[in-house]
């Protein structure tokens, strides 16, 4: 709430890569679940409704957690595209090339464009 408020936003909606939720990233599926993959999407693309929306890209090195994280990212992507979403990250990006999640950025940081697609490539 804190990066949205200190950077103009009336209001935010937090997306998941991947929808199941988990209070440890480690109780997470080891193999991903095409249906929860498409249902995600489709709410995604709901939630858009054609919008050009600004998307946080906040999931530091927890995409490494498993392997098809990236592939969620990819369809989450062809979405976001769809509306002409602009992609920011907080503050720079990790040395690894990773966006920062939120939980490790301070509210100071600011918000500097995300390439998805040259991250992604």
Known sequence: MGFAARNGFDSWVMLNLYPQ???DPKGMHLVHDPQLQADNERHIADLIGG???TIVAAWG???RSRPYLPQ???GIASVTDASGCDW???GDLL???HPRHPS???YAWPLQSFDVASYLA
């Open 88 to 90: 920011v990250s907080i």
């Open 72 to 74: 969620m990212l990819e």
């Open 21 to 23: 939720r988990s209070i």
């Open 104 to 106: 490790r950025a301070r």
């Open 61 to 63: 090195e927890l995409i």
């Open 95 to 97: 040395k690894s090339g």
């Open 51 to 53: 919008r050009q929306l």
